[in-house]
């Protein structure tokens, strides 16, 4: 039997805007009991409950943010998912809902729509926050996600970015750097295809690094961890531009300095290896390479002992007086300046 | 003295994405209790103290949902406030925060997203919400701009668009049809322009129709208005997209049926005038236009009494069994079925 590979493409025309909503939202479910009332009406109502509510928005652009040539549509509505929720994990809140709008040029027929939809609801799954609302309409150029992520937490619960004092420790989950070097990877394999469409990459000395930059995660398992550990940070971000920048971020607002190790800072050796064969500085990277999704915060010096014996944290440097400013610590120990460069400064 | 009439033009690289944030949001107050904390963290923290949170959301595509040929760009900002102030509105809720994202590309100096922002920050002091967050980054191609609105209410004044019962009355709020009629006089503008662009428009016999296209209201003002007069609605919507297709969205999800009476549908007389310039039919334009922005929404037969003197009130049909259908009754006493063509059916 013949397998008939032309795959399927419904115009969106044929469904209409209110078909096409009921269409891509019919199975989301309603899992938190803050969700008094989701998708169908003006608007969504929400109970929280006694508890506040921490609200964050994120606009993600085609050929902006995304290229759509390695970054299949299931995986984009994962990450725009993630890229939110990460937002209210750096509150140290717990997120429950978020509103999901799209606008799609009409080179995108029905089928692609489904395919994000599907990483769209997959997310919510796994994080267990409610679809409640969102807007469908079409662009005239490429396709534009705007998502906007709500989450609950006790007043005290909650950490800011300004709340990092004198002495204070410098932590980090995760490790740091990989999904920079994932897009790297992914822009050669981009090239490559370019020149010989028929040649088919290999990927599998650089799963780890394209995971993290086509499926990131968003650590809102930290908080739970925090508390069970009842340790609570002082100040806290998330990493989406770059530790350097979020460094200065916390720094600034917080009025401290800080010295931050370059021996502590975590990769993985798959990291490593591949910074060695695209010969590029895997410090730099690690500094300025955005998109980790990873939570960096600051707790006092006496709560060391509680976080010290956890694999998912890394205490990177410690915070100073504001007066002796943000500086790196080499391995060599000299002491340069800190500056938020972000992406650019790798490809200087 | 001469006037230097070059307009200043500063680029948005000048600034950088974070100071870009700053000098478009350090001039907008908090002037809710429920916002805890507003822009400058990861999330924004808002208290309802018990009350429900409503929440909703829109995307609008330069090209798509506005022309910036005859646009400006205040006025922009403060209809995309408006349109979703409007949603919380037709809840029952009142609105207390909203979030910003805007992508530019670089078309755009600083200067215009001042503007922008001025409209903005104009709608937010009228209707008393807080800008407690957002997101500012680059397009490819022209504006886009997400707003979600989050608003409060106690649990028993919500309103649904499904509660609306047989023989209850059917009920709008201001007038109908001008926003589309002022967008027709201004799209013939632009094309008077393209062919003589000395020529200065005289637009004094259309300025109530232009307003209500350029600068519409949200009908936030009902809601004290129907708590005095003790009418809690059974259904309500907001008319964005033209009554007949939010009398069928009342309908659907009510599952009744309505009869809407032509002579009774509310017009402005400038409204009238112009029609009759265009040669448009006014009855299918006011059944069909969108952008109105006024609140329709279903009373209790024995509420009549309590609304029938007030002038923002107009009742314009009645609810009918399921099976009886939606149809629009002419004056000549004709019964036609109700269809939600929107805009297109105007053009016809």
Chains 1, 2 share one sequence.
């Not at 085609?62 to 509150?91: C, Q, R, T, W």
């Not at 410090?283 to 709560?303: K, M, R």
Request: proline share 4%; with cysteine.
């Amino acid at each position: 039997m013949l397998e008939d590979k032309t795959p399927q493409r419904t115009p969106l025309s044929q469904l209409g805007e209110f078909g096409l909503i009921h269409h891509l939202t019919q199975h989301f479910e309603v899992k938190q009991a803050s969700t008094l009332k989701s998708i169908g009406d003006d608007a969504a109502i929400l109970d929280f409950n006694g508890k506040k509510t921490v609200v964050s928005t994120d606009l993600l652009i085609e050929g902006v943010h995304f290229d759509l040539s390695y970054m299949p549509l299931k995986h984009l509505g994962y990450k725009a998912v993630v890229v939110n929720l990460s937002d209210i994990a750096a509150m140290n809140a717990k997120p429950t809902q978020i509103t999901v709008s799209i606008a799609v040029s009409n080179r995108f027929p029905l089928e692609a729509l489904e395919e994000l939809f599907e990483g769209i609801a997959m997310a919510a799954k796994i994080y267990q926050v409610d679809v409640v609302g969102g807007d469908t309409t079409s662009s005239q150029k490429g396709m534009i996600l705007s998502i906007t992520a709500i989450g609950e937490a006790d007043e005290q619960e909650i950490v800011y970015r300004n709340g990092a004092k004198e002495n204070d420790l410098l932590v980090v989950t995760g490790d740091l750097g990989s999904a920079y070097m994932g897009l790297q990877v992914l822009e050669r394999e981009k090239q490559v295809f370019q020149v010989n469409p028929n040649n088919q990459p290999d990927l599998d000395n650089y799963t780890y690094l394209i995971e993290r930059q086509l499926k990131p995660e968003a650590r809102t398992d930290i908080r739970e961890l925090l508390e069970k550990l009842e340790v609570k940070p002082t100040s806290m971000i998330d990493i989406s531009d770059g530790l350097s920048s979020e460094i200065i971020h916390i720094c600034k607002q917080s009025k401290v300095g800080c010295n931050l190790f370059e021996e502590k800072i975590p990769v993985d050796p798959q990291f490593i290896n591949v910074c060695e064969e695209f010969n590029i500085d895997s410090t730099t990277v690690a500094i300025n390479g955005g998109e980790d999704y990873e939570l960096l915060f600051t707790i006092a010096l006496e709560d060391f002992d509680k976080i010290k014996a956890n694999p998912n944290f890394t205490v990177i440097g410690h915070m100073t007086q504001e007066s002796e400013g943000i500086h790196l610590i080499t391995r060599a120990n000299t002491k340069i300046p800190l500056k938020a460069r972000g992406w650019d400064a790798i490809s200087e």
